[in-house]
């Protein structure tokens, strides 16, 4: 599962990093306490222009034969084994596939019946990331069309999996384009949507700040032990190391 994540970097980092030229790009800030329902940027291929584009949509896939956009709720994940099958995602397997910028992104590792603690999860080389994602356009019976998106989740790996059962399907830059190549729907590039290398990753305890949606600031990334009074920060490891 992926529901929370973070974004810090800037429009300009972020251009430079998708290959979108800056003056393309729509206005946004950068996130960092990204929930469902929020809008969020997405990477991909631009129908007017060629290349890749940024738009703004929002977290929780409509699809186009919904009745209605309550779906949204339920749907911003996606599980990547049942994806290409399942009717509210197949379509946009096929023909919508997207990347989702973050930095980061938030799970919490239970420690009794009635506790939580957060954690973050980010690249150790302190870049930018992306996850796999399917976007869509639906149409209501009045107004302009709802555009939506959906993070894809994969089995978690070592790191991850103290916390949770599933995490983001992480790509490597190499594979953006492959992802993003819809011009062979039969065969949708289904083995880029695997666990993420966790020794490529690190993971750190940060407030408990982050459980609330209403919090959104630079401070929900640092330590916990950055934040008065909290716990002293916490690092995993993997194991052996």
Same mark, same amino acid.
């Given at each position: 599962?992926?529901?929370?994540?973070?974004?810090?970097?800037?429009?300009?980092?972020?251009?430079?990093?998708?290959?979108?030229?800056?003056?393309?790009?729509?206005?946004?800030?950068?996130?960092?306490?990204?929930?469902?329902?929020?809008?969020?940027?997405?990477?991909?291929?631009?129908?007017?222009?060629?290349?890749?584009?940024?738009?703004?949509?929002?977290?929780?896939?409509? @699809?186009?034969?919904?009745? &209605?956009?309550?779906?949204?709720?339920?749907?911003?994940?996606?599980?990547?084994?049942?994806?290409?099958? /399942?009717?509210?995602?197949?379509?946009?397997?096929?023909?919508?596939?997207? *990347?989702?910028?973050?930095?980061?992104?938030?799970? !919490?590792?239970?420690?009794? @019946? /009635?506790?939580?603690?957060? =954690?973050?999860?980010? *690249? /150790? #080389?302190?870049?930018?990331?992306?996850?796999?994602?399917?976007?869509?356009? !639906?149409?209501?019976?009045?107004?302009?069309?709802? #555009?939506?998106?959906?993070?894809?989740?994969?089995?978690?790996?070592?790191?991850?999996? %103290?916390?949770?059962?599933?995490?983001?399907?992480?790509?490597? @830059?190499?594979? =953006?384009?492959?992802?993003?190549?819809?011009?062979?729907?039969?065969?949708? @590039?289904?083995?880029?949507?695997?666990?993420?290398?966790?020794? /490529?990753?690190?993971?750190?305890?940060?407030?408990?700040?982050?459980?609330?949606?209403?919090?959104? &600031?630079?401070? *929900?990334? #640092?330590?916990?032990?950055?934040?008065?009074?909290?716990? %002293?920060?916490?690092?995993?490891?993997?194991?052996?190391?």
């Amino acid at each position: 599962m992926c529901g929370r994540f973070a974004r810090r970097s800037t429009q300009e980092i972020l251009a430079d990093w998708f290959g979108v030229p800056l003056e393309e790009m729509p206005w946004f800030e950068p996130t960092f306490n990204a929930a469902p329902q929020s809008t969020q940027p997405v990477v991909r291929p631009s129908r007017d222009r060629g290349g890749r584009e940024f738009a703004l949509l929002k977290w929780g896939l409509v @699809p186009f034969w919904a009745r &209605d956009a309550k779906i949204g709720y339920t749907t911003f994940n996606a599980r990547a084994e049942e994806a290409p099958a /399942k009717p509210a995602f197949r379509e946009a397997f096929k023909k919508r596939r997207c *990347l989702i910028p973050a930095d980061a992104f938030y799970e !919490w590792q239970r420690t009794d @019946p /009635k506790n939580r603690r957060p =954690y973050a999860f980010a *690249l /150790k #080389e302190a870049s930018p990331c992306a996850f796999a994602g399917l976007w869509e356009s !639906w149409r209501p019976k009045e107004g302009a069309p709802l #555009e939506t998106f959906t993070i894809l989740t994969t089995d978690p790996n070592e790191l991850v999996e %103290p916390m949770h059962n599933r995490m983001p399907a992480i790509l490597e @830059p190499r594979d =953006y384009d492959r992802w993003l190549d819809t011009t062979n729907p039969a065969r949708p @590039p289904v083995d880029l949507l695997r666990p993420f290398p966790a020794e /490529k990753m690190r993971a750190w305890r940060v407030s408990d700040r982050v459980g609330n949606v209403r919090n959104n &600031d630079a401070a *929900l990334l #640092e330590p916990a032990d950055g934040n008065p009074g909290a716990e %002293p920060a916490e690092e995993l490891r993997l194991p052996g190391l």
